[in-house]
Every structure is written in structure tokens, then in C-alpha cells.
């Protein structure tokens, strides 16, 4: 069963314009949710969690429980953030052993 | 201060043929994940560690998968009579926390062809 789904394989914005990729998930619970980037030629490292409810490189991401949404926003999007971005899932915060990924959206900034 | 080392970081196999991937976690942490990433999907959550007892497998796609971590530091993720299907990127990831809710550090990933 997909547990986490990301509709947009690939996005593209102008450099300035808002972006917003979009993730939903289906589990019940009080899972935790994720996001991680993987730039070019690097690792894929955490960009932000849902419960530290902050800001990271200016993206932000808001869970919807009634919508099982957490979609990543940002207000300007910048050359660099041209990355894969992957929506991801802890079932149980504090007991959960398994982790589901989305399939990635590969965001292009364009200048 | 090395982050979470992989080895190899490439390997061609024939089909039939057995596998062993290295991954080197950071010092401390308790937890550590397998996953499979086939070309143009995300990562597919294989098992998880706790130290050295492996709590979960229950995304190993066979029995000709194997996993262990004895000292729970190194683990090695074997693959036997390796298949077609199983060429992928194999990525290691470790935390500091217990369980899947922390942040994990991903290593660089071994890319397996099975030709």
C-alpha cells in the first residue's frame, strides 16, 4: 500500500516565483512526517520535520490532518534549490521502526 | 567525524552470484536503516537495527536477503543467487535516536548491476 505519495515527478519554477510540492499520506495514527533533499552529487540529508515546526533554507511545511497532507512551501524559490525532494513517513513517532519514502519530485529552478 | 560510510560503492554482479555491502555507521548511533532504491523511485525501507538486534525486516523482498549487525556498529546487507530485480542503489542510513522518528544521516549508497 503507498503510504506516501507525491504526485509530481518533475517541477519547474522561475527563479522568484513560489513552489510548492505537494505530498500526501495514508496511514492512521500519529505518524511523523519528513522531508528529505538530495542535491546533486550529494547525500540525502533531512531538510525539515514536522514537529520542529521551523523554517529551513526559507521552505516550510504544514501537516493537514484532514487532509493527511504535507505539502513543502516556499515563497521564492531560488537557483540552488534545485533538488530531489522526497516526502517521507515514521509510522509511530516513538516506536516505529519502519520508514516510507515518497517517490521524489525533482524540482528545477529556472533563472 | 566521518559521516556514514558505504563499501563498495559500486558492484557488478553476475546473476546467481552472492553479494555483501558494507555500511559503516556514525559512532553512537543506535539505529540503523536499509533501504533499496530502484532507478526513478524513492528509497524502500528494508529493515532496521537497534544496536546490534534487528528489530524489523519486514521490507526484505526474500529469504535470499540477509542482514546483520553483531556488534551493532558495521553491518553488512548479503544478497544471495543475486537476481536481475535486484540491481538498485542499496543506502545505509543511521541515528542517533531509537526508532524511525529522528533524524536519519544517509550514506553515499552502493549501486548494484546485476548483469
Known amino acids: 500500500a503507498q503510504r506516501v505519495t507525491q504526485p509530481e515527478k518533475l517541477l519547474s519554477v522561475f527563479k522568484g516565483a513560489p513552489v510548492e510540492l505537494k505530498c500526501n499520506y495514508s496511514?492512521?495514527?500519529?505518524?511523523?512526517l519528513f522531508w528529505y533533499v538530495q542535491y546533486s552529487r550529494q547525500r540525502l540529508q533531512l531538510l525539515l520535520r514536522?514537529?520542529s515546526r521551523e523554517s529551513i533554507k526559507g521552505f516550510t511545511a504544514d501537516l493537514n490532518k484532514g487532509e493527511t497532507s504535507f505539502h513543502l512551501k516556499k515563497p521564492f524559490a531560488q537557483e540552488e534549490d534545485s533538488a530531489m525532494y522526497y516526502c517521507?513517513?515514521?509510522?509511530?513517532?516513538?516506536?516505529?521502526?519502519?520508514?516510507?519514502f515518497g517517490t521524489g519530485t525533482s524540482l528545477t529552478v529556472i533563472p | 567525524g566521518a559521516g556514514v560510510s558505504q563499501s563498495p560503492r559500486y558492484k557488478v554482479a553476475k546473476r546467481g552470484q552472492d553479494v555483501a555491502l558494507r555500511c559503516d555507521p556514525i559512532?553512537?548511533?543506535?539505529?540503523l536503516f536499509w533501504y533499496q532504491q530502484a532507478l526513478g523511485q524513492g528509497p524502500e525501507f528494508l529493515t532496521y537495527?537497534?544496536?546490534?538486534?534487528?528489530?524489523?525486516k519486514s521490507g526484505l523482498p526474500s529469504d535470499r536477503f540477509f542482514a546483520e549487525r553483531p556488534e551493532g556498529s558495521v553491518s553488512t546487507l548479503k544478497i544471495q543467487r543475486t537476481q536481475q530485480e535486484d540491481s538498485a542503489v542499496y543506502l545505509c542510513?543511521?541515528?542517533?535516536?531509537?526508532?524511525?522518528?529522528?533524524?536519519?544521516?544517509f550514506g553515499p549508497g552502493t549501486r548494484l548491476t546485476v548483469l
Open positions: 542510513a543511521s541515528s542517533l535516536v531509537l526508532g524511525s522518528g529522528g533524524e536519519q544521516f
Open positions: 496511514y492512521s495514527g500519529s505518524p511523523e
Open positions: 514536522h514537529i
Open positions: 517521507a513517513l515514521s509510522p509511530q513517532r516513538y516506536t516505529g521502526n519502519q520508514f516510507y
Open positions: 559512532s553512537g548511533h543506535v539505529s
Open positions: 537495527f537497534q544496536n546490534e538486534a534487528q528489530l524489523d
